[in-house]
């Protein structure tokens, strides 16, 4: 191999690295296994990476959708399927964009997963439709999706 090919191959395969990089999605909070993701709902409370508590018949405030047509990549419409550990994958449709800037209610917090990818904590949450629809709370947080309780939103999530 000569020498042009070889640096050829090596912008490539630094420019693949840096794609890759920016097409990962957030994080957030992954368990390793179930007991321990269970044990961080405390009295129907999940308490967020960044401080937020989050409780089950609570409101909260969407943000923008992060998706490139402006609905919500982690805020997405629940399985018609039996929950089971694996529903994670079974998602359908995401929340359309008309429901930025919403007031949704929490009316439920489940753990969901398996031990290859590791379990998240999600809020089963009501928009208005028949349908329920889960969020994943800590992505929901890290992309804007989810806004930040204020003093005039009494009933919302409570920042510390």
């Known amino acids: 191999m000569n020498k042009k090919n070889l640096t050829k191959r090596s912008i490539l395969f630094v420019s693949a690295i840096f794609i890759a990089g920016l097409q990962t999605k957030a994080q957030g909070r992954i368990y390793e296994s179930r007991k321990e993701a269970n044990q961080a709902i405390n009295n129907s409370c999940y ?62 917090l489940i753990v969901s997963g398996n031990r290859t990818t590791g379990y998240r904590v999600f809020a089963k949450i009501k928009v208005g439709r028949i349908n329920r629809y889960l969020m994943d709370i800590e992505g929901a947080i890290e992309s804007g999706e989810l806004l930040p309780a204020n003093e005039t939103n009494y009933n919302s999530v409570t920042t510390q």
């Open 47 to 108: 308490k967020a990476s960044n401080g937020w508590n989050f409780y089950t018949d609570s409101l909260v405030i969407l943000g923008k959708g992060s998706l490139p047509d402006k609905s919500f990549a982690f805020i997405k419409e629940e399985s018609s399927r039996i929950l089971d550990e694996n529903h994670y994958k079974y998602f359908r449709q995401p929340l359309e964009y008309t429901y930025s800037g919403r007031k949704v209610q929490i009316s439920n």
